[in-house]
């Protein structure tokens, strides 16, 4: 069984991602900084909790999250 919750407004993080081209004319949109890191420490799962912590290192510890 799975449950879905409504962690964020898709539609506003839709219209604020950025849009990268990872193959010509194959547009993928990527979700902000802040908005990945809320939605890895909302999981709580240790993965997530050692990503966060490696965009840390990535991005210093000012990062939007």
């Known amino acids: 069984m799975f449950l ?3 962690l964020f407004d898709f539609d506003k ?3 604020l991602a950025s849009v990268e081209e990872l193959l010509p004319d194959v547009p993928v949109p990527l979700a902000r900084l802040a908005t990945l890191v809320k939605m890895k420490l909302d999981a709580n799962r240790p993965k997530e909790r050692e ?9 210093g510890e000012n990062f939007e999250g």
């Open 4 to 6: 879905f919750v409504n």
């Open 13 to 15: 993080e839709y219209a």
């Open 51 to 59: 990503d966060v912590e490696n965009l840390k290192l990535i991005y």
